[in-house]
């Protein structure tokens, strides 16, 4: 059978978010397809990676991907990451692992309320910084304590590791304009940004529906990674500009990679979106009930109705009964 003649992976078959691999890179290489696999061919000969283990495929300077390859990467749910020299742009995609559209209808609702959009929000610097009490603060005061917290956690990063700091530096487009230490913690913010657009992309929620960033197609996934920043990609940064400040970039993801892995981030991740969106109630048990739901709804289509009714897809309703509810 052919690549194209195989039917596609349902949701139920394919490897959860939280379970995959946080992100391969791969650069200088051609990549092709083997069966469910992609391949990667270099001067250095031909590694197999299976595809449904892959959260993101980070595709580096000198590498060509072919259609079925893609084709292979989209049926699987992973996100593909074109990135220029060490990782400072990226185009990312990648087909939902659910085909429900209960997560993202959830965060719609929570977003296209103001109130409940500053919830969320609020939600998500408890989150980022725990013990902070932001109960009733808005959103001015809030970027005023993500500020502070932030330019703290910097200069305690410096202390604890010795590096030398002199403050954010940053030029778009020129990652080699900064000192180590910034190349390193723009490069763990860009894996950031590719995990999380994996993970928002895979649970089927809507990248561009974000809490606190607004106004970008990425304004969720910025969202997400910023969660982690304090805890993880900011230390990270530091730890590896300390030790390994001649090749920061590439000594940064592998770093990264490693944390990520040994953390268990990605099902993090998972649990972390479904507690900011969804409805209360179901909360407590987003990582069964949710699950099953998601899994369950799987192409099935459904049309909306008066009174929040659902009545199936693929009929004529032009006839209906008055006595029917609908």
């Not at 959860?16 to 650069?27: H, I, K, M, P, Q």
């Not at 932001?134 to 410096?158: F, H, I, S």
């Not at 001649?246 to 892995?261: F, K, N, Q």
Request: charged share 20%; with cysteine.
């Amino acid at each position: 059978m052919s690549a194209g003649q195989r039917p596609a992976s349902t949701p139920v078959e394919l490897a959860r978010a939280g379970d995959r691999l946080s992100f391969v890179y791969l650069e200088r290489c051609v990549v092709h397809r083997d069966a469910n696999a992609i391949t990667a061919e270099s001067a250095s000969g031909t590694t197999h990676i299976p595809s449904a283990t892959i959260g993101t495929l980070l595709l580096g300077p000198g590498t060509r991907i072919s259609h079925q390859a893609m084709s292979v990467l989209g049926e699987t749910g992973a996100g593909v990451v074109w990135v220029g020299e060490n990782g400072v742009r990226y185009y990312a995609g990648g087909r939902a692992l659910t085909r429900s559209a209960a997560l993202a209808e959830a965060q719609a609702s929570c977003w296209a309320n103001r109130r409940s959009r500053l919830e969320v929000a609020r939600a998500m610097y408890r989150l980022r910084f725990p013990g902070e009490n932001v109960d009733g603060l808005m959103r001015r005061e809030l970027l005023g304590r993500e500020g502070q917290r932030v330019k703290d956690c910097y200069r305690a990063n410096a202390e604890r590791t010795g590096v030398p700091w002199r403050g954010r530096r940053y030029r778009p487009g020129d990652f080699s304009s900064g000192d180590p230490v910034n190349q390193a913690i723009t490069a763990a913010a860009q894996v950031m940004y590719g995990i999380s657009h994996a993970i928002v992309t895979a649970l089927g929620c809507s990248p561009a529906l974000g809490f606190i960033h607004s106004g970008h197609e990425l304004s969720f996934v910025l969202d997400i990674a910023d969660l982690y920043k304090t805890e993880i990609g900011i230390p990270v940064a530091f730890d590896t500009a300390a030790t390994s400040p001649e090749d920061v970039g590439p000594a940064t993801r592998r770093a990264l990679r490693d944390r990520i892995h040994s953390l268990g981030l990605l099902d993090r991740i998972v649990d972390d979106i479904k507690g900011l969106v969804l409805p209360r109630s179901s909360r407590s048990s987003a990582n069964t009930a949710t699950d099953s739901e998601l899994e369950r709804e799987v192409d099935q289509m459904t049309l909306q109705s008066d009174h929040d009714a659902s009545l199936p897809a693929g009929t004529n309703w032009d006839t209906w009964n008055a006595g029917e509810a609908w």
